[in-house]
């Protein structure tokens, strides 16, 4: 079975740090993966995804399928950056995503 | 475009009751799934609807169930509610069953509260 493992429930960083956020994925076939993000008050939202190899927001997070890791990353947090992430792992056919417990962001000045 | 709605955003129901949570996806938006949220378990998926077909679907009790009609709009069911079914029922559309540039749209989601 797939699984998406998000170590840290919480991470605090300072503003202008670099951001590293963990994801490690369980998964025997082809895996898509992707990161969501939930700022206070608002929706879950994609932020990223895999196979786009794009920046948004200054994030990006690379596929190493011999680590099965998808950690998100970001040489200079911001204060707005402060959310919950979450990692979210697709597999077969469909939009069945099998997501991370999540990792709540913050960012301080 | 409007977003994906989800309706009522909150319910309170009783042990043993019935409900049913209504979800609208993007207009032309063909894929919906439904996920439950909570502190113990985090989001899980529950099921996948296209072209009113059940395409996927995650390991929950048959008194989880859905459909969804001709429009695209989708409607998730619980019977015989539980103390354990208070959660946040997210609904998300896609304009496409698959594939991965098709990224998924999420609701604000109902919360269901079980007394």
């Known amino acids: 079975a797939q699984r998406v493992t998000q170590p840290e429930k919480l991470l605090s960083v300072f503003k202008g740090a670099p951001v590293e956020l963990k994801c490690n994925y369980s998964?025997?076939?082809?895996?898509?993966l992707f990161w969501y993000v939930q700022y206070s008050r608002q929706r879950l939202q994609l932020l990223l995804r895999h196979i786009s190899r794009e920046s948004i927001k200054g994030f990006t997070a690379d596929l190493n399928k011999g680590e099965t890791s998808f950690h998100l990353k970001k040489p200079f947090a911001q204060e707005e950056d402060s959310a919950m992430y979450y990692c979210a792992l697709r597999t077969g056919g469909g939009n069945k995503l099998t997501f991370g417990t999540g990792t709540q962001l913050k960012v301080e000045l | 475009k409007a977003g994906v709605t989800q309706t009522p955003r909150y319910l309170i129901k009783t042990r043993g009751q019935q409900v049913t949570l209504s979800c609208s996806p993007i207009?032309?938006?063909?894929?919906v799934s439904w996920y439950q949220q909570t502190p113990g378990q985090g989001l899980q998926f529950l099921f996948e609807y296209f072209s009113e077909t059940q395409r996927n679907k995650g390991n929950f009790p048959g008194r989880f169930s859905g459909r969804q009609f001709s429009n695209s709009r989708s409607e998730m069911n619980v019977s015989t509610l539980e103390l354990g079914d208070s959660a946040l029922y997210l609904c998300?559309?896609?304009?496409?069953?698959?594939?991965?540039?098709?990224?998924?749209?999420f609701g604000d989601g109902t919360r269901l509260s079980i007394l």
């Open positions: 998964y025997s076939g082809s895996p898509e």
């Open positions: 998300a559309s896609s304009s496409e069953p698959t594939g991965a540039n098709q990224p998924q749209h």
């Open positions: 207009s032309g938006h063909r894929s």
